[in-house]
């Protein structure tokens, strides 16, 4: 018997910790809601500074292609 209360006690402690995780998880989404609620909002048409000057499509190698002819040449 004192192995079966063992078990039992283990089970509520892992049932009771299960149940903290959810409520915090909950905690924290309901935190991000308030937050993202209250983030100041762009207006319309003004461009998002995070992808602000990005143009789509392909991009200008980052490197001097003149360099790397140079190099192959060596």
Known sequence: MANRTKVTQQKRAR?????ER???KT?????AKTR??????????EEDPD????????QPSPWNE???IEEKEE
Do not use: S
């Open 36 to 45: 993202k609620a209250n983030e100041p909002q762009r207006p319309d048409g």
């Open 27 to 31: 905690r924290r989404r309901e935190e």
């Open 22 to 24: 959810q409520q915090e």
């Open 15 to 19: 049932e009771r910790a299960k149940q």
């Open 66 to 68: 003149e360099d790397l």
């Open 51 to 58: 992808i602000a000057g990005i143009v789509p499509g392909p």
